[in-house]
DNA sequence: GTCTATAGCGTGATAGAC
DNA sequence: GTCTATCACGCTATAGAC
């Protein structure tokens, strides 16, 4: 819970003093609806209950804002997903954990991670490289985890590392495309999804696998 | 080829007549890199080597011109794997036939395919309402031969064919995220991929799967 | 910390000659 | 079918009072 000065000024048009996290999560939300570029600073500032040029007491520009939004993103997540590998030993615990961690991460701060992969290429240069090394890191921690995996015998050694890598983060990332917060799947649910796909596959066993691919 | 008119006005900076395809295909290159708001119609015009009035006479307005980009984009990907899936009957191999042919059209078009799902929400109403309509009529295809599978018991029943569908498509279409032309990669490695994944997943078969799940 | 007022610019789109 | 010229608007950001 964020502690208020104590000191109330105006009734907002949420009931709450504009601070940093509301205020970037108040963005994180319209960028992820509209797109960052077809949000107006007017809009930004009506959702807080603010005067637009008030806003620039909280951020130096426009682009600022949605860079503290990328990083707040990816920090979050590797600090679920690394949290909750760290308790774990055995390859396919973490890889377990990684997938629930990320999934929760994913579908919990929604907006901020929708922003990021959908407006991330709307950020400016150094912003826009600083970013994409810290996503890369990110992705460094899930595939040593399928690496450990795979050094285990408990993945597949007919892909790499990156192949297999690409294909868990195109299973989980997805997601924020087309889930909905009110929709009735839950996180874990997805997550036991694509889980049972990552490791097993949807087949049932029979006749889909050997060498007869048709490519 | 498009055939010309035989008549040549001035060089153009990319050496052919602005016609309506190449007016998409350009466009279609410049939304995918940086965004259908942050393209002006200025660069689009640069780009076709005719000053940004003349690009009026080929569309009328600039939503209009996004509005093809995706119907383009999602006819193609129906085409293509209705096409690839005419030719064959049972499940198993429809299946691959229809993933072989979405991740091959997904990679040849991929401006098309990577504007439509990065700014379809950026397109008003009724057009963007429209869009989606094609969208689900071609996923439902997709779902349909999910469901064939699962009937003749080729896929799990533990999950649904929504599910299912989803699971593959995320595997599928993500993919434009991060796939590059001129990578190492080809559209049938990468479906094989996939293919592998969707259907037997990257595990080794041991000690992966069964009710001992940690979630 | 929030306001009013406005600067300065780039945008999508149009008019009308050729 | 392409041009030159221009309009009207909305945008981000700043200045300065309180």
Redesign the interface.
């Given at each position: 819970m964020t502690e208020s000065k104590g000191r109330s000024t105006r009734r907002r048009r949420n009931g709450d003093e504009p601070t940093a996290d509301l205020l970037l999560a108040h963005a994180a939300r319209q960028f992820r609806?509209?797109?960052f570029?077809?949000t107006s600073m007017r809009e930004l500032s009506a959702a807080l209950g603010i005067e637009k040029s008030s806003l620039y007491h909280y951020l130096s520009s426009k682009d600022d804002l949605l860079y503290r939004i990328c990083v707040e993103s990816i920090m979050r997540i590797r600090m679920a997903s690394e949290a909750a590998i760290a308790e774990v030993g055995d390859p396919?615990?973490r890889l377990?954990?990684l997938i629930?961690a990320h999934v929760e991460s994913l579908l919990t701060d929604f907006d901020l991670h929708a922003t990021t992969?959908?407006?991330l290429?709307?950020l400016g240069e150094p912003q826009s490289a600083a970013v994409i090394e810290l996503r890369d890191r990110y992705e460094a921690i899930v595939r040593g985890v399928i690496a450990d995996g795979q050094s285990a015998?408990?993945?597949?050694a007919?892909?790499t590392v990156q192949?297999?890598g690409?294909?868990?983060?195109?299973?989980?990332?997805?997601?924020v495309?087309?889930y909905r917060p009110d929709g009735i799947d839950t996180p874990?649910r997805i997550?036991?999804?694509?889980?049972?796909?990552?490791?097993?596959?949807?087949?049932?066993g029979?006749?889909?696998?050997g060498l007869d691919?048709?490519?």
């Open positions: 609806m509209k797109g570029h077809a396919l615990g377990d954990a629930l992969f959908f407006d290429r709307s015998g408990l993945l597949t007919e892909f192949e297999l690409l294909s868990l983060l195109n299973l989980l990332n997805w997601t495309f087309w874990e997550a036991r999804l694509h889980r049972t796909i990552f490791l097993n596959g949807a087949g049932s029979i006749g889909t696998g691919h048709s490519f």
